[in-house]
């Protein structure tokens, strides 16, 4: 009797001992699961906060020509500003996108044009920096073609400030830069509303390049408010999953200071090379904020992206050699 009471002594406290570890490790990982959820929340909340920053007027130079507010549309967001040198002629066109987690942000952010338009107007491109409607009364998709209307509107109006509406390079950061991958990735979008292709695209830090991957694991809650609880429609505003044919080149940059950003950056370059498309990642070791605001100001960065840029087409190299 006594060795029947001693094996079920040692099965109970087996169990009680698996049940111990199995509860550790279910907590382990729930622990885990909300330290990985409250950091991409910091993360998104800075990345926010970092779009919606202003630090005063943007300083540009006094020599050249702004043209604000040109319509697109008869929203009041659909609208875009102008910035060109004066007397050129057939110039290359950086056309940029603001980020701000799709709810918020402007064309004329400090951190969106001062350094860029300070670097590039001078060298003979014009520069163009956009709004476009915001969540809650556009969705992702819905700001996308926003976008691809501002840049039809923008090509057909290019020679009368200088520009070549077949030289278009498309920027964007963050969400912005999620806009452009889009429509990167399904040249159709654009080509509904008139736009004709452009040279290159610059995606700076995306917030989502792959919308099913943040959709389907923990996430912040900008991206239920952008994306909403339909599985079914992440595809459709999912740059990666959209890209199936080689388009214009590619350069994605991130940051290594963020989880999360490189590797999507990485995969979708490689889905786009293996389309024979021309993409490459540039990692750098910046913060979000960085990446948009330093553009154009910080020698190294710059440069690297300027080698794009004049792979390009030879007016870009033109251009950037002055």
């Known amino acids: 009797m006594s060795l029947i009471k001693n094996k079920i002594a040692i099965r109970l406290g087996t169990t009680a001992l698996l049940l111990l570890l199995t509860s550790q490790t279910i907590l ?8 990985i959820e409250r950091r991409q929340q910091q993360q998104t909340k800075q990345a926010s906060e970092d779009n919606m920053a202003e630090s005063g007027p943007a300083k540009l130079p ?14 009041e967001r659909q609208r875009f500003d102008v910035y060109s040198p004066k007397g050129g002629k057939d110039l290359p066109v950086i ?21 860029k338009v300070t670097r590039w107007v001078p060298k003979g491109f014009i520069f163009i920096s956009t709004n476009y409607r915001m969540l809650p009364k556009a969705p992702p998709l819905e700001q996308a073609t926003d976008i691809a209307r501002a840049v039809a509107a923008a090509q057909g109006k290019a020679a009368d400030w200088g520009g070549d ?28 509303f008139g ?3 452009w040279l290159g695209t610059v995606s700076l830090d995306s917030a989502a390049l792959d919308v099913v991957q943040i959709m389907g694991r923990q ?33 994605a940059v ?28 540039l990692e750098k070791n910046m913060s979000h904020k960085e990446i948009n605001q330093r553009l154009g100001e910080e020698r190294e960065y710059t440069e690297a992206v300027e080698a794009f840029m004049r792979a390009l087409d030879p007016s870009m190299a033109a251009a950037l050699a002055k």
Request: charged share 15%; hydrophobic share 45%; glycine share 8%.
């Open 62 to 75: 006094a020599d050249i020509q702004i043209v604000r507010d040109v319509s697109y549309g008869n929203d």
């Open 195 to 197: 736009a004709l292709p």
């Open 254 to 281: 991130c940051s290594t200071q963020r989880d999360d950003s490189c590797a999507p950056a990485a995969r979708f370059v490689a889905k786009a090379n293996s389309l024979g498309m021309k993409a490459s990642v």
């Open 28 to 35: 382990a990982a729930t622990l885990r699961d909300r330290i």
């Open 219 to 251: 996430h912040a809650p900008l991206y239920d408010r952008a994306f909403g609880q339909n599985a079914a429609s992440w595809k459709s505003a999912s740059p990666f999953h959209l890209l199936q044919n080689a388009g214009a080149p590619f350069l």
């Open 165 to 192: 509406k077949n030289k278009f390079i498309l920027m964007g950061h963050s969400a912005g830069a999620h806009l452009v991958a889009l429509l990167a990735s399904a040249p159709p979008i654009s080509a509904k």
């Open 95 to 115: 056309f940029m996108v603001h980020g701000g987690g799709w709810s918020v942000g402007d064309k004329a952010a400090q951190s969106v044009i001062e350094n």
